[in-house]
């Protein structure tokens, strides 16, 4: 089946540093990606839906400025967590739908990515 | 209310019993279901998938919906070890839609 990967799978920083996270879809590719976040024993909150070649889509109560997403490329989205803080360490979660935007094709989940900021 | 109610457990159950896990919803408009299996530090993996009412079977999962009591249910038959995971089911409005998840249930199935 189609892989999405994640890079980091863990990353521990410093509060007030920033945080890049990498979605790239391997065999397919994605004109849309979402980024969701997941507290332990919670749901996935979707944070944003990111489109190749413009603006992201953010949910409302996400901080755009605090959660920068790229889409620059049919295979690849970065999420980058800008000065973040204790309260920014979660799972963070991309999926990609194959096929041009408004695809109805499966969604495909990354293997997620551990923040943890001391 | 939460749009997606889903019990967190954890469920325990040992090896070989029939494992039920359940959703319900407040909103009618829903019409696509699915159910995640995700492994601990793993991303979720689509299961089941169903439109509107009915069951679905797949080896040893069955997917139900019911509508009319916004009500979703998985069924695991013969479980096993390596089903141990939490499940998540997830619904949208239209296909290929924004998913809305419930919180997930824990299971461990003990050999």
């Known amino acids: 089946g189609a892989v999405v990967s994640q890079h980091p799978s863990r990353v521990i920083c410093k509060s007030g540093t920033s945080v890049k996270i990498e979605c790239r879809s391997l065999d397919f590719q994605a004109t849309t990606m979402f980024w969701y976040r997941q507290f332990p024993k919670k749901s996935l909150m979707l944070m944003a839906t990111s489109n190749e070649g413009s603006k992201a889509t953010y949910e409302q109560g996400v901080e755009k400025d605090k959660f920068l997403i790229n889409h620059a490329s049919l295979t690849l989205s970065t999420l980058t967590v800008t000065s973040a803080h204790p309260e920014d360490s979660s799972f963070y979660i991309c999926?990609?739908?194959?096929?041009?935007?408004?695809?109805?094709?499966?969604?495909?989940f990354g293997e997620g990515s551990r923040l943890t900021v001391l | 209310q939460k749009e997606v109610e889903q019990d967190p457990g954890p469920l325990s159950v040992p090896e070989g019993a029939i494992v039920s896990l359940n959703c319900t919803y407040s909103n009618s408009a829903f019409q696509y279901f699915m159910w995640y299996r995700q492994y601990s530090r793993k991303g979720p993996e689509l299961l089941m998938y169903?439109?509107?009412?009915g069951n679905k079977e797949d080896g040893r999962f069955t997917a139900q919906v019911d509508k009319s009591s916004k009500y979703i249910s998985l069924f695991i038959r013969d479980s096993q070890p390596s089903d141990s995971a939490t499940y998540l089911c997830a619904m949208s409005y239209n296909q290929g839609g924004k998913l809305i998840f419930g919180q997930g249930t824990e299971l461990s199935v003990k050999p």
């Open positions: 999926s990609a739908r194959s096929g041009p935007q408004g695809s109805t094709g499966e969604l495909f």
């Open positions: 169903t439109y509107s009412s």
